[in-house]
Structure formats: C-alpha cells, structure tokens
C-alpha cells in the first residue's frame, strides 16, 4: 500500500488596532513627510515552498481510458539573485531563481483498452530554475511595501520510469523504461515583498511553471484480441506546477544589522508650549482567516510475487487500485476583542469538507492471465482454466 497526502499551507490576514502611548518616553508627537524608500539596487536570499504539479502521458496506443496523469505534490527551497530599478512608484526587475524540489507521483498509463497490458508511469521534478522580469508598483506611506507581477523562462530536471504490469504471468521479463532529461518551459507569477529595515525584505509569491515535452521510450507490450507483440514507442510528457513560496533578501548597499530608517523620521516632537498628553488605554482588536487547501491519493498494488518469495521484487504488479480526487478545503474566521478593564473576548468558527473520491483501477491481471492460458494451452495441447486475480 501507498498512500501520498499534501497540505498546501495557511493564510493569515490579521488586523491590529491599539491606541497607546507612554507619556513618560514619549513626548507629544506629530507625523511628519518622510522620503519615499527606494527599492533600486540588488539583492539576493533565499527561500522555502511547496505546491502540486502534474505530469501527463501521451499514450501511443489509442486514447487512454483511465490514468495517464501523474499527481505530483512538490516541496522545495533554494535562493533567488535579481536587481531592481525605481522610477517613481514603479519598480522595474529582473529575477534568477533555483530551488531543490523532492516531488515523485505515479499511476495508471498506457491503459488504451482493456485488451492492452498498461503500465505504471512514474515521474517527479528533482530541479528547478527560473529567469524572469518583474515590474511593480511601491506602495504605502514611505513605498516600503511592493507588489509585483512576473514572467519569464523556467528549466526542470525531472525523472521518471515507465513499467509494464505483470506480462505473460511471469512467464518473460518485465519490461521498463527509465528517463531523465532537463525541459525549458515558461513561468509567470504575482507577489508582494515587504521591506523590514533598509537591508531586510520578505515575500510571498506564487508561480505557476509549465513545461510541454520531450519524447521518451515506452517498452513493448502485448494485446489480445488479436494477440500481438506491440513494439516499442513513445509518449509525450508535459507538465505544469502550482507553487507558492516564502523568501527573505538582503539588499546590496545597506548595513544588515542596522534595523533604522536612515530616510524617515517617522515622529518628530511637538512644537514647544504643546502639553504632554498622559497615557490612556484603549479598546484593541484583532482578527484574520486562515484558509487550507489538501490534496491526496491512495493506492492499493496487487503484487504478481507472493510474500513467500522474498528474492523477487513486489513492485511487479498485476494491477492497481487508485483512489484520487481527494481534496479538502476548510477555512477559519478568528478574533479578539481587549477592553481598558484587562477583560478580552476571544472566539472563532470554522468549516470544511472533502471532496468525493473516485477510483480507477487496471485491469491487465486478466489480460495476462488469459495471456499465459493461451499459451500454456498451445505448449500442453489442451486449455486450463485459470481464475484472473
């Protein structure tokens, strides 16, 4: 049994009003025009994330009545190097990215009939890289905040395998094709990047990658009726991923430990003769959302080995159960009231649900079932009977 689960992470959306001042560190003070922080220069960090792909198999046999898409959940981290140049409130970019992905997905394919031996495909991105431009806009009172749209070319190394179900009932070897290759395809993405001190920013980012081909080998097969050796072939592979990341960049120019706005004096004092206003607490709120996406799949492989032979390998299937189509959503709404008194009220609510799951299964245990009765029925000269698994 195998069984795969991803959650796609939480976001939170927090509102924070406090009115609080200490009259004894603070004179009266009065907001003044502070110079727009510029967002021109370079940087480099890194950064962490996860998301879901998906591969999809051509089938050179006919179109395929089940399978032939691979989910694959992806998690990765890696850096980012990139140099940006303001004008005004826009912020133009450009972006290199790479991260480390641990991704692997496999299922039904090659399944073009209940009369042709399917396959399991396998395939999962080990590598990814991406160049792109940004172009923004900086907002907020000082411009210390950036949203911003991308685009550009993406690489992806990715593995995989291609292996026949149980042919013959064990009477001739499993056949399997195994491919690596790197693919150039195409990124766009949004974000926003928070700036923390003049050295330190945050961001959040979605991508979204896709990828179309190549051509890799697929091992022959069998059908029946008529029976026939199907010889080697092909499949086209292409892919696309949801990727959502968390990143953190220092920016060249500046001191990494120095946390002050050298360009904004937030607070000057009050003109002279202005009285100090004592300290007074007040009403505070906080409240957000959180919202969590999950996706699963299960499977359940019929081994072609029994358990007694423990020198064979059990991944030679007969056939496979696949559950898919599990996906969730739940979603929560929080809060908090504080009162001058020291007394708070604190509640939430939430609600979710999960999708209904389907099923495919592969049926190539009785095609090669019938397959090895034929012909042990030819080399015997009579036909037995045999009960497909």
């Not at 976001?11 to 003070?29: C, K, M």
């Not at 950036?146 to 993406?154: H, M, Q």
């Not at 149980?166 to 056949?175: K, S, T």
């Not at 086209?236 to 949801?242: D, E, I, K, T």
Request: glycine share 14%; proline share 6%; aromatic share 12%.
């Amino acid at each position: 049994m195998r069984s795969g689960v991803l959650l796609s992470g939480a976001t939170t959306i927090a509102l924070i009003a406090s009115g609080a001042a200490n009259a004894a560190d603070l004179e009266p003070q009065v907001k003044v025009p502070a110079t727009v922080w510029s967002w021109s220069g370079g940087y480099i960090g890194g950064h962490v994330g996860g998301g879901y792909g998906r591969t999809s198999f051509s089938n050179p046999y006919g179109p395929s009545i089940y399978g032939g898409v691979v989910d694959t959940p992806v998690f990765l981290a890696g850096g980012q190097i990139g140099y940006n140049w303001q004008k005004n409130g826009w912020v133009f970019g450009v972006e290199l990215d790479a991260s480390r992905a641990v991704s692997d997905g496999t299922n039904t394919c090659l399944a073009a009939s209940g009369f042709v031996v399917s396959a399991n495909c396998t395939a999962g991105p080990n590598l990814f890289a991406t160049g792109a431009g940004r172009v923004g806009y900086a907002f907020g009172a000082l411009g210390h905040t950036l949203a911003y749209l991308k685009g550009g070319v993406a690489w992806q190394y990715k593995q995989g395998n291609v292996l026949n179900n149980n042919e013959y009932n064990g009477l001739q070897p499993q056949e399997n094709t195994r491919f690596d290759y790197g693919q150039v395809g195409g990124v766009i993405g949004l974000g926003i990047e928070q700036a923390l001190t003049p050295a330190w920013s945050v961001k959040v980012e979605y991508d979204y990658l896709h990828f179309g081909g190549p051509s890799v080998a697929t091992p022959p097969t069998v059908q029946l009726p008529p029976l026939a050796i199907l010889p080697a072939n092909t499949t086209s592979l292409s892919s696309n991923y949801h990727i959502g990341k968390i990143g953190l960049n220092y920016h060249f120019g500046a001191v990494p430990w120095v946390a002050q706005w050298s360009d904004a004096p937030l607070y000057a004092k009050a003109p002279a003769g202005v009285p100090p206003v004592a300290y007074t607490a007040g009403w505070s709120f906080e409240g957000g959302s959180r919202l969590w996406l999950s996706r699963g799949r299960f499977q359940w492989d019929a081994s072609a080995i029994s358990n007694e032979i423990a020198t064979e390998d059990p991944n030679i299937l007969i056939s496979r159960l696949t559950y898919h189509g599990l996906d969730g959503l739940s979603g929560e709404l929080f809060g908090r009231l504080d009162s001058p008194w020291g007394v708070f009220l604190k509640s939430n609510v939430g609600i979710g649900r999960f999708d209904k799951e389907s099923s495919t299964m592969k049926i190539g245990a009785s095609l090669a079932s019938l397959i090895a009765t034929r012909y042990r029925a030819r080399q015997t000269g009579g036909l037995r009977t045999t009960r497909p698994t």
